[in-house]
Nanobody, 115 residues
Framework: QVQLVESGGGLVQAGGSLRLSCTAS????????MGWYRQAPGKQRELVAV???????NYGDSVKGRFTISRDSDKNTMYLQMNSLKPEDTAVYYC?????????WGQGTQVTVSS
């Protein structure tokens, strides 16, 4: 079993920054890949960013150049640095991890960007 706990969400003005954290139970070395997804009201959950154990990253088109995903195995934590935030980034952000052909999700953290 894998437990994921997100933190770092909140309210920020457009143009501001936030850093989300996702801490896993146990070593994240076994989790591959890990990623961030988001879901806005009335919309489907969408990929924000994903990172492999080897550090390869991939981003959704809407966040490329503004968001950066990273992982720290020593802290069992994955991060999402979000810069130049826009009102359309408002959503619940979910941490995702894959282990032994199963997908695990955190409870989500709300990010609200005011205009």
């Amino acid at each position: 079993q894998v437990q994921l706990v997100e933190s770092g969400g909140g309210l920020v003005q457009a143009g501001g920054s936030l850093r989300l954290s996702c801490t896993a139970s146990g070593s994240i070395f076994r989790l591959n890949p890990m990623g961030w997804y988001r879901q806005a009201p009335g919309k489907q959950r969408e990929l924000v960013a994903v990172i492999t154990r080897g550090g390869t990253t991939n981003y959704g088109d809407s966040v490329k150049g503004r968001f950066t995903i990273s992982r720290d195995s020593d802290k069992n934590t994955m991060y999402l640095q979000m810069n130049s935030l826009k009102p359309e980034d408002t959503a619940v952000y979910y941490c995702n991890a894959n282990y032994q052909f199963s997908a695990y999700w955190g409870q989500g953290t709300q990010v609200t960007v005011s205009s």
